[in-house]
């Protein structure tokens, strides 16, 4: 319940359709404060032809750039729509990718699993990229209001114990791959084998939370006294 004197802030909109996304970033600005508002397109470049990590850095900020476009035209028509013209919203996109390692020393960027095609996909994955390695994850940001804007890159590390082909099967018997980059949840049945991580945990599931809420604050937002988080 907001108190009598409560200063009302703008609305923050998430561009993702991540339900951890949501739920992390809900649980400090809380979950009434935001507009859920996902990019309308699913077309992004891929990183097939990049293989270093200037490279890597460069295509996931275009990724997040065109998700902020997409997510900022839809901003604009809902504040029309929704007659808060004097009002400027706060907007957070962020996109995640993990990086692996094989053998030959080569990287590697480990999208979302093909739908059509991810027990195949995610056992390779398992097999030769991420079981008994270390693997990086990297989630870069656009954080705005208005004309101002704060972009980044967080990076963490994971490491997996090595695998037996039982275990792996087990996983991808959960289903819990789809949707998710590297093809893995580190806050669910993931955790199993993961044997220690560096870096941000929050980064690792999918948005660096101490990094936005720390831009949306430089932007003006306020944490709110005495307010539910609900």
Excluded at 26 to 43: D, Q, R
Excluded at 95 to 114: F, Y
Excluded at 124 to 143: C, F, K, P, S
């Amino acid at each position: 319940m907001n108190l009598p004197d409560q200063k009302l802030q703008a609305p923050i909109v998430l561009g993702s359709r991540s339900p951890q996304r949501r739920e992390l970033l809900g649980s400090m600005v809380g979950a009434k404060s935001l507009k859920i508002l996902p990019p309308l397109s699913s077309a992004e470049a891929d990183f097939h032809d990049v293989r270093n990590d200037a490279g890597f850095e460069s295509r996931l900020m275009e990724i997040v750039l065109g998700k902020y476009d997409d997510v900022r035209q839809q901003t604009m028509a809902w504040k029309h729509s929704e007659t808060i013209e004097n009002t400027t919203p706060y907007i957070v996109v962020a996109d995640t990718i993990v990086i692996a390692t094989n053998d030959e020393h080569e990287k590697r960027v480990l999208g979302q699993p093909d739908p059509d095609n991810w027990q195949v996909e995610v056992r390779d994955w398992l097999q030769y990229w991420l079981a008994g390695r270390t693997h990086e994850v990297w989630t870069g940001a656009i954080v705005s209001k208005g004309d101002q804007q704060r972009s980044f890159i967080v990076k963490s590390s994971v490491t997996f114990s090595p695998m037996s082909d039982v275990m792996i099967e087990w996983y991808i018997s959960t289903s819990e791959s789809l949707g998710k980059a590297g093809g893995y949840a580190i806050q669910a049945h993931a955790a199993a084998f993961v044997t220690q991580f560096s870096g941000s945990l929050t980064t690792i599931i999918g948005l660096p939370l101490l990094e936005v809420v720390g831009a949306l604050q430089e932007l003006g937002w306020e944490f709110p006294d005495g307010v539910s988080r609900d």
